[in-house]
């Protein structure tokens, strides 16, 4: 009974100020104001052309569009101001065919607001539940559907299906397990050994120390890495083994990992944010904190790289080096503890 | 009615105009605190000397030691003092985290002069030569590698600039030309880390300019780029003016015809 029964007249009685239905007050509703196409014919046949307008332009896009597509080669540049140099054929077509579905949307929204019946209506609701005796109805049918089925009396029965459906859930748990393999211990560890070289990223050359200027940095990753890449075929070593290498005054380091992890104010960190495990490595010499551009995690690498600022919990954990015999750099151990962000079993 | 006499957007206006005034007129009245070109000595290096001693001693030192307003500036090379002076960075215009580029207030024989003085105090970096700029055989590609490697984490991948903490920023390099890029590699300039030749070859360095050059030709073929900052201003962009023109759409449909 929510249809409307009075198209044009109050239904529900909603110019009493009560809805028939529910009894419910319902707002006043303002007079109507005839619009000018109502009761003006000049004004309905102007309306009437804005409207045949919109669609006629409409169409006329549409025929735009097609000889734009066909006739502009798309590979002319055309400058617009504000916008700037873009691609005639492209913009053509874009502005002709939106332009096209635009005005048929006007137009009709246009149609339906000047010209079609306007009429204030009241619609009510009916009340969100079902009657009483449909209720009572259903009630009473699944008690009898209860004690029809003998589920009470049956006890086997009902023990053996409550076991059923408890036993139901260990499919779910056992395909749960074998959704791994589970990661082991490659999240803990890298490439990084002892004795391996270190080499720059994208050129891979070994570093001499004494090349690396006070306030340099170079992205760095493990001499193997090429090798182990080529037989892994993925990047996830170098997507845990990558550090930065920083040199800066020895008298600046307020405190380190490890004793003399350093060599002569070279340092080597985990390129890995302990927060989400976004590249960090937008390394500010002069005050030596390397700021992860993702959450703005800042690390103080002067100070074990510490944590100074953002939502990492973990410093960024160093990677302890010395130099080999003839002046190159060298990791002193691998990691003493895992890279990147934490995980479950890290604990 | 005398109150609504006024504009509602009145108070807004003199608040702009007064504001923009006082900055202006600051800005105006502290770039020219730098000295203008003093008395020509015999050699550059005395001249050097000479603006050294008149416009850059106070912060940094009599003998370019260095103090608590300046770093120290021997070993820094000729390299830093071009790259600093030539972009207008140095004589800073006011104290700050971060010097920024404005009109240089010294001409091109006095910087040279600057950085000859300041490369007799000890060896440092270099202002490269024509021959190092020379980018025309640099293997784009490999640079294109080294930029996102070492340049992109502050850079941006489109070298645009981005920010970096407590207010620096890493400066967009769409305006920057071979020896600005290469002065600053060298040198570190502020919160930048020193490439050295020894670690980034000269070729690698050559091969990085010409991708920075590549960038900078770029057109923006979708037109719009927004500063090609990615989704910061896109999203920024879309949410106001496509947001925007669906709630007036919106209220233009919901609206009552007359």
Not at chain 1, 178 to 192: S, V, Y
Not at chain 2, 33 to 50: F, H, N, S, Y
Request: hydrophobic share 40%; net charge neutral.
């Amino acid at each position: 009974m929510n249809e409307l029964e009075h198209p044009t007249g109050d239904p529900y009685g909603a110019k009493d100020g009560k809805d028939l239905v529910s009894g419910i007050t319902v707002f006043p509703m303002e007079p109507h104001v005839p619009r000018k196409a109502d009761i003006d014919p000049k004004a309905a046949r102007r309306a009437e052309r804005q409207v045949a307008t919109m669609f006629g332009l409409s169409s006329l896009m549409i025929i735009a569009f097609v000889v734009a597509f066909v006739k502009i080669p798309n590979t002319s540049l055309i400058s617009i101001p504000i916008i700037g140099v873009v691609n005639a054929n492209h913009i053509a077509i874009g502005f002709t065919f939106g332009l096209a579905i635009l005005l048929i949307g006007i137009g009709a929204i246009h149609w339906a607001k000047k010209l079609m019946p306007d009429e204030e209506v009241v619609q009510a609701r009916h009340a969100l539940t079902s009657p009483d005796e449909e209720r009572k109805e259903v009630e009473s049918s699944f008690k009898r559907g209860a004690a029809e089925s003998g589920f009470k009396e049956r006890k086997i029965i009902r023990r053996s299906l409550l076991g059923a459906l408890a036993l139901f859930p260990v499919p779910l748990v056992v395909l749960l397990r074998d959704l791994g393999p589970m990661p082991g211990t490659r999240l803990r560890e890298t490439i990084w050994d002892k004795g391996i070289h270190l080499v720059t990223d994208a050129t891979y050359k070994k570093i001499k120390a004494s090349d690396i200027p006070l306030g340099g940095l170079i992205n760095a990753v493990p001499e193997n890495l090429l090798e182990v890449e080529h037989e892994e075929e993925n990047l996830n070593q170098r997507g845990k083994a990558s550090i930065i290498v920083v040199r800066m005054d020895p008298a600046d380091i307020v405190s380190q990992q490890g004793q003399d992890w350093d060599y002569q104010g070279v340092l080597a960190f985990s390129k890995i944010c302990t927060h989400l495990g976004c590249p960090t490595s937008l390394y500010q010499q002069r005050t030596h904190h390397l700021l992860c551009p993702c959450h703005q995690s800042t690390f103080d690498l002067s100070d074990s790289g510490n944590v100074v600022f953002g939502p990492a919990a973990r410093r960024m954990p160093q990677l302890a080096i010395t130099v080999d015999a003839e002046g190159y750099l060298v990791a002193q151990s691998g990691f003493n503890q895992p890279v990147g962000p934490s995980f479950w079993e890290r604990g | 009615m005398a109150l609504n006499r006024r504009h509602p957007a009145a108070l807004f206006a003199v608040l702009v105009v007064g504001l923009g005034t006082t900055g202006a007129a600051y800005a105006a009245v502290s770039a020219q605190t730098a000295p203008k070109a003093a008395v020509r000595t015999e050699t550059q290096v005395e001249q050097g000397k000479q603006l050294f001693l008149e416009g850059c001693s106070s912060c940094h030192g009599l003998a370019a030691q260095g103090g608590s307003d300046g770093p120290s500036l021997i070993g820094v090379g000729s390299a830093a003092v071009d790259f600093q002076v030539s972009t207008g960075r140095m004589p800073l215009a006011a104290p700050g985290v971060q010097a920024m580029p404005k009109t240089p207030s010294y001409n091109e024989a006095e910087t040279a002069a600057l950085a000859a003085f300041v490369a007799t105090l000890a060896p440092g970096p270099a202002i490269p030569t024509e021959e190092m700029l020379n980018t025309s055989n640099a293997e784009v590609a490999l640079g294109g590698e080294l930029f996102r490697t070492n340049c992109a984490q502050c850079h941006g991948a489109n070298g645009v600039g981005g920010a970096l903490s407590q207010g620096r920023v890493a400066p967009s390099l769409m305006g920057s030309d071979a020896k600005t890029i290469y002065e600053a590699m060298v040198s570190g300039p502020q919160s930048m880390p020193v490439f050295a030749n020894s670690t980034l070859s000269i070729e690698d360095k050559q091969g990085i300019i010409r991708y920075i050059q590549e960038l900078q030709k770029n057109e923006s073929p979708g037109g719009f780029s927004l500063g090609r900052l990615g989704p910061v201003t896109e999203g920024l962009f879309i949410f106001i003016a496509g947001l925007g023109a669906l709630i007036i759409a919106a209220v233009w449909i919901g609206a009552k015809a007359k």
